[in-house]
């Protein structure tokens, strides 16, 4: 469609010209805004991102998952079932996760991630419940919230609790 354009480009035409010439702005403006509609904002996918860094989050989550011990009611059993997974493997040095590990915390954006053609991908799955078990502590970075816990109690927060693991 644009190939004038790019001709007169080329030829070092005057491209001002050259769209008046050939569509007239107005058509060109109603162009480039469909264009622009149809194609919609560039929205980045945290979900890959994390993911594009997992080496990064493994070189420190197995000491923030050791250093913690994750509690709560029925509605996160499964998140810390799969913490647990997670911190066993971490412990065992095994690279793959047992046949049957907890999926009910994990939401629906992050299925085409973490269950691939039936199988659960670790490191999808691995990255996808520290980001649940930040969601129990409203969404903030885990880090974060895990460096102002408090020595003398255990604070409550959402439905998860936290308790220090304090060396013997």
């Known amino acids: 469609m ?3 354009l790019i001709a007169a480009r080329d030829a070092n035409d005057d491209l001002e010209e050259a769209i008046e010439l050939h569509m007239g702005w107005g058509r060109y403006i109603r162009v480039v805004n469909d264009a622009e509609a149809a194609v919609g904002p560039e929205v980045p996918d945290t979900k890959a991102e994390l993911l594009s860094r997992y080496s990064t989050i493994r070189q420190f989550a197995p000491a923030i998952l050791d250093a ?3 509690r709560g009611g029925q509605t996160v059993a499964g998140l810390r079932h799969a913490i647990e997974s997670v911190r066993e493997l ?3 040095g095994r690279r793959t996760l047992p046949a049957q590990v907890p999926t ?3 939401r629906r954006s992050w299925r085409p991630f973490v269950l691939r053609h039936g199988v659960v991908d670790r490191c999808a799955y691995e990255v996808c419940a520290r980001s649940a078990l930040e969601r129990t502590f409203g969404g903030k970075d885990l880090v ?3 460096m102002k816990v408090p020595c003398r109690g255990p604070p409550i927060v959402g439905a998860c609790c936290v308790n220090p ?3 013997d």
């Open 104 to 106: 009910g915390f994990i």
């Open 2 to 4: 644009c190939d004038w």
């Open 144 to 146: 974060d919230v895990l």
């Open 68 to 70: 913690f011990q994750f």
């Open 90 to 92: 971490n412990h065992t």
């Open 165 to 167: 693991r304090l060396p």
